[in-house]
């Protein structure tokens, strides 16, 4: 071997151990890069569950409490126009947020042609939603007042206890046992309202925590996190303004207000638990998000229009008072804008 092969062949040598040391190294430090962006992402998931939870359970209870805070409760205007900010956000969550998301989940390209793309099955699920809605809530609504009617009972405000009303005191007193018909007749209605609400608001929460709580996108989490946190503070008024005007027992307010605040948080939970085998593009995933999707925004849709909106625009004290109603209608503008705007980053 020559002077200049030998030159060559130790050359070689000698650089071959740095060259796969380097590559180590390389490799090393993506592998950390890695476990900090992944540590960083699950420090920004459990903090969206500690906000998301805080903003839920803050915004249900303000309404509840309108007794120790006499500007929210039912009975001043102020209320109206709160509640009516409130329903603007559900209403532009249904519309903006949810029935879009269920649009793009059933026309996923991953999704077979036959059935999913010759028919537009999130407009119709969201259409039977609507309908199944309020075939509950009138039937819901008619089952209690017959009862009502058929057993004597009136239901004292924020009570349950049952007075029993004499024929003769009915005759003795007759305009009375109307009126108080009529704010029981009210007061079952609410109640119908809340419950209703809080299955459609729940069913989409826990759809959203989920996505929250699987996505591995760090720009995604972020704005999920401000994004909900927002949502679910004045989703929560709009359910805690319903709940109040039920005047239910503390003991159901308490449970009512529970699901509400930790239903989100669970679906991240949930989210969290499944991210490593969770794949958003997966067939079964997409129709399960699509068709939930669907029927929450139909429910969303109708008890945001029918049973918060309409039930308080069409009321007799708004009716007659011009300011409060330029109030509302200014306050649902603002609740459906900003809930709209926040479509442009989630």
């Not at 993506?30 to 459990?46: A, G, P, Q, R």
């Not at 879009?100 to 028919?119: E, I, R």
């Not at 007061?187 to 419950?195: A, D, E, G, N």
């Not at 699901?259 to 949930?270: D, H, N, V």
Request: proline residues 3%; neutral net charge.
């Amino acid at each position: 071997m020559g002077k200049f092969e030998k030159m060559i062949f130790w050359y070689i040598l000698l650089l071959f151990p740095s060259i796969v040391l380097g590559k180590c190294t390389c490799d090393r430090d993506n592998d950390d890069e890695e476990k900090s962006k992944t540590k960083t992402v699950l420090y920004y998931k459990v903090g969206a569950i500690a906000s998301i939870l805080v903003a839920s359970a803050i915004g249900v209870c303000i309404p509840v409490f309108g007794k120790e805070i006499p500007a929210l409760s039912p009975e001043r205007n102020f209320f109206f126009i709160i509640k009516a900010f409130a329903a603007g956000v559900i209403l532009s969550t249904g519309f903006i947020h949810v029935l879009p998301d269920a649009f793009d989940k059933l026309a996923s390209p991953y999704l077979k042609v036959w059935p999913w793309k010759d028919f537009p099955f999130s407009g119709f699920i969201a259409m039977v939603s609507a309908i199944a809605t309020l075939m509950v809530d009138t039937y819901a609504t008619s089952y209690y007042n017959k009862k009502k009617l058929k057993s004597g009972v009136v239901v004292q405000s924020g009570d349950e206890e049952a007075v029993t009303h004499t024929q003769s005191h009915v005759h003795a007193h007759s305009s009375v046992p109307m009126m108080m018909g009529d704010s029981i007749s009210e007061l079952l209605r609410y109640r119908v309202i809340s419950q209703v609400l809080e299955v459609g608001i729940i069913v989409h929460s826990v759809i959203i925590g989920i996505a929250l709580g699987a996505s591995g996108n760090l720009k995604t989490i972020r704005t999920l996190f401000v994004a909900l946190t927002f949502h679910q503070f004045f989703e929560g008024m709009g359910l805690g303004g319903s709940i109040a005007q039920a005047k239910f027992k503390s003991r159901a307010v308490t449970i009512m207000a529970l699901f509400f605040s930790l239903t989100t948080p669970i679906g991240i939970a949930i989210g969290l638990a499944i991210t490593k085998g969770y794949d958003e593009n997966d067939r079964k995933a997409l129709i399960v998000e699509g068709i939930f999707n669907s029927a929450s925004a139909g429910i969303l849709i109708y008890m945001s229009l029918v049973d918060l909106l309409a039930a308080d625009f069409m009321h007799p004290r708004m009716q007659g008072n011009g300011e409060l109603q330029l109030g509302a209608n200014i306050s649902l503008l603002l609740g459906a804008g900003l809930m709209s705007v926040i479509a442009v980053w989630a």
